[in-house]
């Protein structure tokens, strides 16, 4: 196979798979839509419009975009840590935001903010709270910044877990809507949700792709990189912002859904090589492709009844994971 028929192959192939993710998303549901009326509600309006325009088509779109901001998310995490094993919950991200969310549960907050409700607020800015808090006490560290940074982000995510176990024991009523929304979720996908991620994301893809040359060089070591003329610490600090920031939104408008942040970026690194400018923009568009794959399984496997889409995904991301580790303990020895 020639270099450039094997350069263009894999976007060729993953522009068919989204299309064709977005297709059966938009078609397949609690209502069968024949072709011919999905095209029709798309784009000449039918009977069907309503189902079509205002539930399936921004439940698509919103888990493309999760699913892109989470591959990205841990794309950038894998670059930060030069480990495979990182992804974007790895800071306490996921355990962060579900701890806001039960907790608006416990207090019974029902304000919204911009047509978003409190849950998701106070999950998004507890996620931040607690990345920030991991960042500030792991420069105190003596510990090279990498492995100080993981062991307190592993640490602040384990007592926010704790914290969001005790509140759900007190508030036994909503056991079941806060189980649901910490595995993760699109049944409640508006495009409110699309609207609130996707001006972010983008910013997040355009700045991490700008940069991403310097990543390169973080990847080489801190030292070289610095010899290089990178501004290493500068850098790390924008590259854990926009990783948190499309983590944290993640959560805030899906809830929980792991291990897309680690599969996605390590399968794709394998496909177009280390360099972090098509790795990140690869991962992204690979990402929210899967995830929309995986909700199409959620809501179809079991219909009419709907699975969390975070069991899917970790259901894939588990044995995927414990390769991983596996690989990682034969190259060390």
């Not at 989204?18 to 000449?44: P, Q």
């Not at 205002?54 to 989470?70: E, K, M």
């Not at 062991?151 to 806060?178: C, H, K, N, P, V």
Request: charged share 10%.
């Amino acid at each position: 196979m020639s270099s450039r028929r094997k350069h263009w192959l894999f976007p060729a192939m993953l522009a068919f798979l989204t299309l064709t993710a977005f297709l059966l998303s938009i078609k397949i549901g609690a209502v069968r839509i024949s072709w011919e009326e999905t095209w029709a509600g798309l784009f000449s309006g039918g009977q069907y419009k309503d189902i079509i325009i205002h539930l399936r088509l921004p439940r698509a779109i919103l888990a493309y975009l999760v699913g892109a901001s989470l591959a990205l998310s841990g794309a950038i995490l894998q670059g930060y840590f030069r480990n495979p094993l990182a992804d974007p919950f790895i800071l306490g991200v996921s355990s962060g935001a579900s701890l806001g969310a039960v907790l608006s549960l416990e207090l019974g907050l029902t304000w919204t903010v911009f047509g978003f409700s409190s849950q998701s607020w106070l999950a998004f800015l507890t996620s931040l709270l607690l990345v920030a808090s991991v960042y500030l006490i792991s420069e105190s560290r003596s510990l090279r910044q990498g492995e100080s940074l993981l062991l307190t982000g592993i640490a602040a995510g384990a007592m926010a877990s704790a914290l969001t176990s005790f509140l759900l024991f007190r508030r036994a009523d909503a056991y079941e809507q806060a189980i649901f929304w910490l595995l993760g979720s699109f049944s409640l996908s508006s495009w409110k949700e699309v609207w609130l991620i996707l001006p972010y994301f983008l910013l997040a893809l355009v700045i991490s792709e700008y940069f991403s040359p310097e990543m390169n060089l973080l990847a080489l070591g801190d030292e070289v990189a610095q010899s290089l003329g990178c501004p290493v610490k500068t850098t790390r600090r924008l590259f854990l912002f926009l990783a948190t920031l499309l983590a944290s939104f993640s959560v805030a408008v899906a809830g929980i859904i792991g291990f897309v942040g680690l599969i996605v970026p390590h399968s794709v690194r394998l496909l177009v090589g280390p360099d972090h400018r098509p790795l990140f923009l690869y991962s992204a568009l690979t990402g929210g492709t899967m995830l929309i794959l995986c909700d199409l399984v959620a809501r179809t496997a079991f219909a009419p009844s709907e699975i969390p889409i975070g069991v899917i995904t970790a259901a894939l991301g588990a044995p995927f994971f414990i390769y991983l580790l596996n690989r990682q303990r034969r190259k060390s020895s």
